[in-house]
């Protein structure tokens, strides 16, 4: 075996096909079961990925291999311990942002929600607050800022001057402001 080994470690340096197909032969069940311990809460296709990973990098690095025969299983033992930490570290962090990503989502989501439903109660309590206007004041109230008429429109509508409406705008308003003052200070 060691001539044949060392046979296959020559010609796998010289990138030799065959050199490639002896070593995942022979050494594919130690490069799985590293890869699957360390990797163990992955799928499937995460951990066959990671021998891809390592028996390209035997490929790819077979020179640098300086060593005996006997030396090659520990070698590429190394090579698959540390592709699995790093496709584990890789799978952890990503992990994490897309969590991270989620919560992030979640929590706009519940700022949206919160102040449409502070919007929702700001709006509901100045329509009641303008319901408690007369009636006239509160028809002008509704034709200006509900469907946005100009001053012109509401005074032509309502057969009244446009200083007139100024005026009942302009008392309204106070009228309104005191009013949500006092309720503020009431809650």
């Known amino acids: 075996m060691k001539s044949s080994s060392t046979n296959f470690i020559t010609r796998l340096k010289k990138q030799k096909e065959d050199a490639l ?11 799985k079961t590293i890869a699957a311990k360390i990797l163990h809460s992955m799928k499937e296709p995460d951990i066959d990925e990671c021998i891809n990973d390592v028996f390209l990098t035997v490929w790819q690095n077979a020179h640098q291999f300086q060593g005996e025969p006997q030396d090659f299983k520990k070698w590429i033992g190394m090579i698959a311990k540390y592709k699995a930490i790093d496709r584990y570290r890789q799978a ?15 929590k706009e989501s519940t700022i949206r929600t919160e102040e449409s439903i502070l919007k929702r109660e700001e709006r509901n309590e100045l ?61």
């Not at 952890?92 to 992030?104: A, C, G, T």
Request: proline letters at 1%; aromatic letters at 6%.
């Open 21 to 31: 197909e002896f070593i995942i032969e022979a050494y594919m069940p130690l490069v």
């Open 92 to 106: 952890k962090k990503r992990i994490e942002r897309e969590q991270s990503d989620v919560m992030l989502s979640e």
């Open 127 to 187: 329509l009641a607050a303008i319901s408690q206007l007369k009636d006239h004041d509160r028809d002008i109230f509704m034709m200006k800022y509900y469907l946005e008429l100009s001053n012109g429109e509401i005074a032509d509508s309502l057969g009244l001057t446009k200083a007139a409406i100024d005026n009942r705008l302009y008392r309204g308003k106070k009228i309104l402001a005191t009013n949500l003052k006092v309720k503020e200070l009431l809650i």
